[in-house]
């Protein structure tokens, strides 16, 4: 199997470690030679997080280089737009249809651009989803990372079984029916 190249990117603390060890620990148990890449700015501050992970027959290197992304995960917009240009020419965009500020936008000294989801769409295949609205609906916003995974899951190569029974095997005990559920929401939506 040809190299397959997915980039998951947010801010910091909105889940893009876990969504990770999700994707690790479903590639890993396929029998696919794995490698992550987690690169950490300021994500204790809100700055941006990015994950590579990288799975096919054989994987020399854990980092997706510019225009090689088959799939970017993205939890907020501005991320999306920031890192578009990793997508290869047939990738997809996923993204989550939700703002965060980040400090230039707080202070005052930038203004959050308007229409990324529009302006992505004109390169770029993208599908969107207001995972946190969604998140809503199940009673714990905590979990709309796992509906953008569910979404995201539909340009991968496993079945919703397989997805399912990883999550069950990688997520807190307590918290392992509504991440289920939370990834059908986006797998199904």
């Given at each position: ?35 992550l890449?987690?690169?950490?700015g ?8 990015v ?56 202070t ?82």
């Amino acid at each position: 199997m040809e190299t397959k190249n997915i980039m998951i990117v947010g801010v910091g603390g909105q889940g893009t470690l876990l969504t990770s060890r999700i994707l690790g620990s479903i590639t890993t148990k396929a029998g696919y030679d794995v490698k992550l890449s987690e690169v950490h700015g300021m994500a204790q501050r809100g700055g941006s997080v990015v994950t590579f992970v990288r799975y096919g027959d054989k994987v020399n290197e854990p980092i997706v280089e510019e225009g090689q992304a088959d799939v970017l995960i993205a939890f907020e917009k501005l991320e999306a737009m920031r890192y578009a240009h990793f997508l290869k020419k047939d990738g997809v965009i996923i993204v989550n249809d939700y703002e965060i500020a980040p400090m230039t936008v707080v202070t005052g000294n930038a203004k959050y651009p308007e229409n990324i989801i529009e302006t992505l769409g004109k390169e770029h295949k993208v599908v969107s989803i207001n995972a946190m609205e969604e998140a809503k609906k199940l009673g714990n916003t905590r979990c709309f990372n796992v509906i953008i995974l569910g979404l995201a899951a539909k340009s991968m190569d496993f079945s919703k079984e397989q997805w399912l029974e990883v999550i069950a095997e990688t997520v807190p005990q307590k918290t392992i029916e509504l991440n289920q559920k939370a990834f059908i929401t986006g797998f199904e939506g």
